[in-house]
């Protein structure tokens, strides 16, 4: 249950379906695209959630912003004075957030733009327990573990009252 509601939770917010408020951080695990911004704070793209998750120097949260990739890939820049860009791979937008995650600029791209890549891969801290909440993958893998285990119980259910019986004996 736990991941399969971790997967559907994050599609729902990557749609815009449910609303998270900035203060929610949302547990991220390994993140490809994560930039750093001139006084040295990360930006990190959450994709599976739709989200873009600001941490100080320190790794220490600050905020996260929903974006509108229509559940998309998207990528992140971070501009001299202070921007911070997404690149939306459906409907070729760029949207330009103040690090407050206030949308100052929304355009749309030509067809013709090449997104920028991702360049760097990183481990944002997360807690163990909450690793099945940062992937699609990892929360499907963990409703698998769980259905497999239930069907296993039942399929091979232990009987109590046969050890009891065997020591009688």
Request: aromatic letters at 12%; a positive charge.
């Amino acid at each position: 249950m736990v991941g399969a509601g971790g997967f559907f939770a994050a599609g729902l917010s990557a749609m815009g379906v449910v609303t998270l408020p900035d203060s929610f951080e949302w547990p991220s695990g390994y993140v490809r695209g994560v930039v750093q911004t001139q006084d040295g704070k990360y930006v990190v793209p959450h994709i599976p959630a739709g989200r873009v998750q600001l941490y100080d120097s320190q790794w220490r949260f600050i905020r996260g912003w929903h974006v509108d990739a229509s559940g998309g890939d998207f990528s992140v820049a971070c501009l001299p004075t202070g921007e911070i860009v997404v690149f939306t791979a459906r409907g070729n937008q760029r949207l330009s957030f103040t690090e407050n995650g206030k949308l100052i600029l929304a355009t749309t791209l030509p067809k013709s733009f090449v997104r920028p890549q991702p360049e760097r891969s990183m481990v944002v801290p997360t807690s163990p327990l909450l690793w099945i909440f940062s992937s699609p993958f990892l929360s499907w893998g963990v409703a698998l573990i769980g259905m497999a285990g239930l069907w296993a119980a039942k399929k091979f259910p232990r009987d109590r009252n046969r050890e009891t019986r065997d020591q009688l004996i």
